[in-house]
């Protein structure tokens, strides 16, 4: 434990120098998070930073106060990323509302929206957790509370001292598959609803026989969205780094051709 801290606090430069590199050839990939503590004060941010700086991106906060100027905002994003945090309010998600915690509803407004601009702009989206969740529900899609089921709640809400739980399969053909091949990955997991319905979403991993873990948007465009958090495990994981390293290539892409 002691040699993981000090790779996590020996890589802070790196941190740093995501969220103020200068240069045009950086790619800027834009992070949505809560705008609650302790997203506020960073402490949430700095896997999803560290995952990103080791591959060379810029890192540009999107909160949701950024609403009434989100077209600026996204002005030079190649990339974004729906990170974790607060349960998808229950009026989009079509959950009860004692089977929701804490929700943040101006945050879920201007996610949709940012998933509706990358759409428009075609910009490449990885969506983390209650990001995935979100992804959708944008697709149409359906999420449940799993808070009642005792099962379901053992291997999906991890304690953060244990942070893989379970093994995920990704399903042949898909991007997630591309990405982590046919070996199961042992994943962490810190969520209270999950995803039943994914809409117009393909499913691209499970859980178990059918506990949906992956979801991604059919076509070209690099939409893809994980239950588990990644960047917590990508500093000691190559494979969940993979995941990072698969959207900053995709936000290369759509840099190349400014």
């Known amino acids: 434990m002691l040699k993981k801290g000090w790779l996590f606090l020996s890589a802070m430069p790196r941190i740093f120098h995501a969220r103020v590199r200068p240069g045009r050839k950086c790619p800027s990939i834009g992070l949505a998070v809560s705008d609650a503590w302790p997203d506020r004060y960073q402490f949430r941010r700095l896997p999803y930073d560290l995952a990103l700086a080791r591959l060379g991106a810029r890192v540009v906060t999107l909160v949701p106060y950024h609403l009434k100027r989100i077209d600026r905002m996204l002005n030079g994003i190649h990339g974004l990323v729906l990170a974790g945090g607060e349960d998808v309010y229950p009026r989009h998600a079509g959950v009860e509302k004692h089977g929701s915690r804490d929700t943040n509803l101006d945050r879920d407004t201007f996610e949709l929206a940012l998933l509706d601009r990358a759409s428009e702009t075609g910009i490449p989206v990885l969506c983390i957790c209650r990001g995935a969740q979100l992804l959708a529900v944008w697709a149409g899609g359906r999420l449940e509370s799993q808070d009642h089921d005792a099962r379901r709640m053992k291997y999906h809400f991890s304690s953060v001292r244990r942070l893989a739980r379970h093994h995920v399969d990704m399903r042949p053909g898909t991007r997630l598959w591309d990405i982590f091949g046919d070996k199961p990955v042992h994943t962490?997991?810190?969520?209270?609803?999950?995803?039943?319905?994914?809409?117009?979403?393909?499913?691209?991993?499970?859980?178990?026989?059918?506990?949906?873990?992956?979801?991604?948007?059919?076509?070209?465009?690099?939409?893809?969205?994980?239950?588990?958090?990644?960047?917590?495990?990508?500093?000691?994981?190559?494979?969940?780094?993979?995941?990072?390293?698969?959207?900053v290539d995709e936000a290369r892409k759509v840099q190349s051709l400014e």
């Open 188 to 247: 962490n997991s810190f969520h209270h609803q999950r995803i039943t319905d994914p809409g117009r979403l393909r499913i691209s991993a499970i859980a178990g026989k059918k506990d949906i873990e992956g979801v991604e948007l059919p076509g070209e465009r690099f939409v893809v969205g994980v239950q588990w958090h990644p960047e917590l495990q990508a500093i000691f994981s190559d494979a969940n780094q993979r995941l990072f390293h698969a959207l």
